[in-house]
């Protein structure tokens, strides 16, 4: 081992929502060549801890202090600007990041708009949720609602809802009881106790029988969701339900209403017994934007500023902006590789200033871009599990490379400057 | 600089009741960001000839930062559009921010706001141990104000554990362990047992001896317990006891019976208003408020906040997640739950307290009674429970109807009496408080019972937080728009607008403690917790 060779415990891992913060990494000769309890998804994230590190201004090198110049002066001229956080930054960057747009009067999006349906959802009604720490320890019954976590959120059962023991699960897995609903081809986990598979043109109305039931309402037969009303009925008896979904939009598109009527169901399952809908969110600190914005902004997500003080424009977010031409600067921060495909393809039609990991090969041909580290591998601070769980980032290579945050405070200071 | 290094306040009068001044015409001198007993002759002087001088305001209990403000603030997209806050036009200092209001204000917004109205210290009571680093992350983009929290801590899977065991010693260590990690002021109980029970898959508690799983836990052993811990750390503030039973007819009983299990020790009991009725569940209110005053009056280790419900609209999020159920299910309005790990719940229903309704108007009548009928300001002081009673913005209008009682019994004649008839607002209540008693109960008494020495006050030493206002007959016009507010030596408000908005100061703790309890959280933590012992609380 060399002196620089070195061991960080319970870092924080960013690769999806989990925020799986028991991971060991270790670093030899510069490069990261173990992250231990990581799984796939998590080790693919980590990599080797090599990032590139240029500044390029229309293609050519330079310094950070022209790039930074050249980016003022791109988004002080610009009428319409857009801010984008992209995935893999600290909500120490978000925050400088949303005062950018502010002074800018500028449009403010981030990756949490991905899962707009649940947002609005929960706005028009509410919520009946739980820390996963809390699924952990009292859930006696755990419904997958069309999601199998294993593909996107690995450790999901291995470290939150289904396998670990809790304060009221003494034997872990066995202290509970799966069910997987099957709808269509969106399955559950194929290690489930049971399965009920509803056809996905009946899912709204199985999930409205369901509510009616727990609600002592009149429920006709219907062969559609018989097995959903057997399967409420089990639910009412349990004396802790978690109700597992993913808020990330899928292969197959859920339908749009799913996400309030499982939230309804929820909440009325709160009077029988106690239930927590559990909604999965993706890596890349995005449920820390949806914090922050929601904090600072009063909205969560797809925010304009052109007012002078912020406004909530819910379906004109980033990828609606720019396909509609609204956008004629943006700045992006974060790793670009997260961006979602239609911010990507609308980004290449406008002058970008891109601050991230990688932004220097970013596909959208950015004006201005700084390379910047990853938030949890390279730089410190704060991100958010997908259940709002706040966790410190503990990076294996701090100081090493260029910090995202440093650099996004720096623009902001030098836009106050130059008003 | 515009920043003054020395100003001369001159020639106002002042009340400053902590240093024994009542209405006394006279010069408060501010040196860098402290009072200082006098300045050369030539230093600059800020006239306020015929103003009202007072130290800045203290609010010793609102919900402003932290998970569950910001799941209020997510919920209420309509109220954030329809209250938009531009950036305020500041002449120096850190880049104006704008923002949003309604009940429940962006960060921002929250600190400007508080500081228009003359606050310069506002302590956020309620704030899960899991998220102390976003509650830090929110005060630390709230500017101006000074700012600390309360961490929960009464329904804690770790404490009870120790509870249930007989371990007293190592409940007080973990209280001062959990207090240095989360970087928090004070503890906070709120339902002792009662959200445990809840998250647990059952519904709440109703009796102070009732068994919260072990027959060795209950209410009473977590009240005596962490009053014990908060007293024997020597913390400033003694525990902060949100009681069983919130919002119930009936609930005086367990609200008196709180106050004597802790009898003889400090302890304070906030938003008395809610837990004041009398009635049964069920069957009837009535106003409880002279039971439960009297008590107070006669028990000076005994301080209180009123919680005091105002008309119009409010946000309820409290801790105590079951009472939200309930208020859900009665009200069928939008309901978010969240149960958090290790310690505490989250519970948001948006609200509004009509004069026509029987029970808001109860309430309203309830908490005036309670001010109207305390013998002692020092320890029965102002709140609202921002935003759950009405938000820190009604504060005026509260003043006005604590001074003013053609006012207030104008106002009475508008409510629906029909749960009025024991209430001592009915028979008639004729006491106005001074502007010497409303200095106490919105700055000199907070800051008293907060144990913050340095606040509250003008004598020499003292923080540099003064507020000045405009005399005007309608108190609430008055208490709204003071004229200049100066924080920290700095001046935030001039004429009326804010023009500076430093950023304020963290007030945390960190009591001595037997280290020799972290190995066993430790344990615990490796055993049960989703988040590793190293990572939690909000060490930087």
Not at chain 1, 210 to 227: T, Y
Not at chain 1, 320 to 333: P, S
Not at chain 2, 174 to 189: D, E, F, M, P, Q
């Amino acid at each position: 081992m060399s002196a620089a060779d070195r061991t960080v415990e319970h870092v924080t891992c960013l690769g999806c929502g989990c925020a799986c913060d028991d991971i060991t990494v270790v670093v030899q000769r510069g490069r990261l060549t173990d992250a231990k309890q990581a799984c796939a998804l998590g080790v693919a994230w980590f990599g080797d801890g090599r990032v590139p590190d240029e500044i390029r201004i229309n293609g050519r090198e330079g310094t950070l202090e022209r790039a930074l110049a050249e980016a003022a002066k791109i988004l002080t001229g610009a009428k319409h600007s857009l801010v984008y956080l992209a995935g893999d930054i600290s909500c120490e960057a978000q925050r400088d990041a949303v005062g950018i747009a502010d002074r800018l009067k500028g449009a403010i999006d981030s990756l949490a708009g991905s899962g707009a349906a649940g947002v609005l959802a929960a706005q028009r009604r509410g919520r009946a949720g739980a820390t996963l720490g809390e699924i952990r320890q009292h859930s006696d019954l755990v419904v997958f609602w069309g999601v199998d976590p294993g593909a996107r959120y690995p450790r999901y059962s291995s470290r939150y809802a289904v396998d670990p023991l809790g304060l009221a699960a003494p034997v872990g897995r066995r202290s509970r009881r799966v069910i997987a609903v099957d709808v269509g081809e969106a399955r559950g986990p194929a290690d489930a106790d049971g399965r009920v598979a509803i056809p996905p043109d009946a899912e709204l109305d199985a999930l409205g029988a369901m509510r009616a039931l727990v609600q002592g309402r009149p429920v006709g037969k219907d062969a559609r969701f018989g097995a959903a009303v057997g399967l409420v009925q089990d639910m009412a008896k349990a004396r802790y339900v978690a109700v597992v979904a993913d808020a990330e939009p899928g292969p197959t598109p859920a339908d749009p209403d799913r996400a309030e009527a499982l939230i309804a169901l929820a909440q009325a399952l709160n009077g029988p017994t106690r239930c927590a809908l559990s909604t999965l969110r993706g890596g890349g600190n995005r449920s820390g934007a949806d914090a922050v914005l929601t904090w600072q902004t009063g909205f969560p997500f797809a925010v304009d500023f052109g007012r002078g003080y912020p406004t909530y424009r819910p379906h004109a977010g980033a990828a609606e902006r720019l396909a509609g031409g609204e956008v004629d600067a943006a700045l992006v921060i974060g790793t670009p590789g997260t961006l979602p495909d239609a911010v990507a393809r609308g980004l290449a039609n406008v002058s970008t200033i891109a601050f991230g990991s990688r932004a220097s090969a970013a596909g959208f041909k950015p004006v201005v871009a700084v390379d910047t580290g990853v938030a949890g591998i390279h730089e410190g601070g704060t991100a958010f599990r997908m259940d709002d769980v706040p966790l410190p980032l503990r990076p294996a290579f701090d100081g090493e490379t260029r910090s995202a945050a440093a650099t996004v405070r720096a623009l902001r200071e030098l836009l106050e400057r130059g008003a | 600089m515009t920043t003054p290094v020395r100003l001369r306040i001159a020639g106002g009068t002042v009340y400053d009741p902590a240093n024994g001044v009542d209405g006394v015409v006279g010069d408060v001198c501010v040196e860098g960001d402290r009072i200082v007993a006098e300045l050369p002759a030539g230093a600059p002087r800020l006239d306020v000839r015929g103003m009202v001088v007072m130290p800045g305001g203290v609010d010793i209990h609102a919900h402003v930062a932290g998970s569950s403000v910001n799941h209020a603030r997510r919920l209420l997209p309509e109220e954030h559009g329809a209250d938009p806050a531009p950036a305020p036009q500041l002449v120096d200092g850190p880049s104006a921010r704008s923002g949003t209001g309604g009940t429940v204000p962006s960060t921002f917004a929250t600190g400007y706001r508080y500081a228009g109205l003359g606050y310069t210290t506002v302590m956020e009571a309620a704030v899960a141990p899991l998220a102390a680093r976003h509650a830090h992350a929110e005060l630390d983009d709230t500017p101006i104000i000074d700012s600390g929290f309360y961490v929960l801590l009464g329904n804690d899977d770790y404490l009870l554990r120790q509870i249930a065991a007989g371990e007293t010693a190592r409940a007080r260590d973990y209280a001062g362990w959990l207090l240095g990690v989360t970087r928090a002021y004070a503890i906070k109980i709120v339902n002792p047992g009662g959200v445990a029970v809840w998250k647990g898959g059952g519904r709440n508690l109703s009796g102070l001896d009732d068994a919260v799983g072990s027959s060795a836990v209950t209410p009473r052993k977590i009240l005596e317990t962490l009053a014990g811990a908060a007293n024997a750390l020597t913390l400033p503030h003694p525990v902060h006891i949100h009681c069983n039973n919130l919002g119930q007819a009936g609930n005086s009983a367990t609200t008196l019976e709180s106050m004597r299990a802790l009898a003889g020790q400090r302890a304070h009991f906030t938003h008395l208003q809610f837990h004041s009725y009398g009635g049964e569940r069920g069957k009837g209110w009535q106003s409880a408020a002279k039971d439960v005053i009297e008590y107070v009056n006669d028990h000076a280790e005994v301080s209180v906040d009123v919680g005091q419900v105002m008309f119009g609209s409010a946000t309820t999020v409290t801790a105590d997640s079951p009472v939200e159920h309930l208020l859900y299910t009665s009200t069928g309005r939008k309901w978010v739950n969240v149960d958090i790990e290790l310690e505490t719940g989250c519970g948001i229903v948006p609200y509004s307290y009509r004069e026509k309704a029987a029970v808001a108007a109860l309430q309203w009548a309830v908490g005036l009674e309670l001010f109207l009928l305390a013998k002692d300001p020092w320890r029965v002081v102002l709140s609202t429970d921002h935003p759950n009673g009405g938000t820190f913005l009604s504060y005026p209008e509260l003043i006005r109807l604590l001074m003013d009682r053609a006012y207030r019994d104008d106002r009475l004649k508008g409510v629906n009496q029909k749960l009025l008839r024991d209430s001592a607002l009915l028979e008639g209540l004729t006491r106005e408080y001074t502007l010497g008693e409303i200095a106490i109960v919105t700055r000199a008494g907070p800051a008293r019972l907060l144990g913050l020495r340095q606040k509250g006050h003008l004598g020499p030493g003292a923080d540099a937080d003064v507020t000045v206002y405009a005399p005007q007959a309608d108190r609430a016009k008055m208490f709204a728009a003071p004229r200049y507010v100066i924080k920290g030596g700095t001046t935030v408000v001039e004429e009326g607008q804010l023009r500076r908005a430093p950023a304020g100061a963290r007030l945390a703790v960190r009591p001595d403690y037997d280290v020799a309890v972290k190995k066993d959280v430790k344990r615990f933590f490796d055993d049960y917790a989703t988040v590793a012992f190293e990572n939690y609380g909000a060490e930087p």
